[in-house]
């Protein structure tokens, strides 16, 4: 499974695990973890080192997402 | 929410980096937070003035190679630049002062119409269709 489809499958279950985390998912589990967001550019530095296979990631927020007026 | 991921090309490093991007069909044009669009290499191409509520606002226009799907793209975006008190969630005392959430920009790109009206009828359909 793509690890975008595999986040929107299972996004209520990350969000309660991994809440207010980044995650880095992968091969169809969560690869790594930091705390709070993080900038794009570092995420693609650190998934490049440790991903085998396709990767992506995603941010878990405390509170649901407030939408830009 | 729609969120999906898209490859930016990085002009320094000449590589695609991945993001994740929140689809808005509300917004016009694409928009990259400054910090991470300087770091990309991404060149200004003029100004755009726009009405935000009550005031104008005035923002660096520029041109973003996108990758999407195995597709490429090149597409108008804007680069704003946000305040670092913002790329955080809120501080009990900043409650009432500001959303809970850190601002979108910190972490993802936004995709508008200039990405979503460069689609395919069939990416277009995939992407709003599921």
């Known amino acids: 499974m793509e690890p975008r489809e595999w986040v929107n499958k299972h996004i209520k279950e990350l969000r309660n695990k991994f809440i207010g985390k980044t995650v880095i998912v992968s091969e169809n589990k969560v690869i790594k973890t930091f705390d709070g967001p993080v900038n794009p550019l570092k995420i693609n530095e650190v998934a490049r080192k440790i991903c085998k296979e396709k990767w992506c990631y995603t941010y878990l927020p405390e509170s649901e997402e407030e939408y830009l007026l | ?130």
Not at chain 2, 87 to 105: A, D, F, G, Y
């Open chain 2, 1 to 130: 929410m729609i969120l999906i991921d898209v490859d930016l090309w990085n002009a320094v490093k000449k590589e695609f980096e991945l993001f994740e991007a929140l689809v808005d069909t509300g917004s016009s044009y694409c928009v990259i937070e400054k910090s991470i669009a300087d770091a990309l290499g991404l060149e200004m191409d003029g100004i755009l003035h726009l009405w935000q509520m009550g005031e104008p606002l005035n923002v660096p226009l520029a041109k973003i190679r996108c990758r999407y799907k195995g597709e490429e793209y090149m597409i108008d975006g804007l680069v704003v630049e946000i305040k670092d008190s913002y790329k955080r969630p809120m501080l009990p005392e900043e409650e009432c002062t500001r959303p809970e959430s850190p601002h979108p920009l910190t972490n993802r790109v936004i995709i508008g119409n200039t990405f979503i009206d460069s689609l395919s009828e069939e990416e277009y359909t995939k992407l709003f269709g599921r």
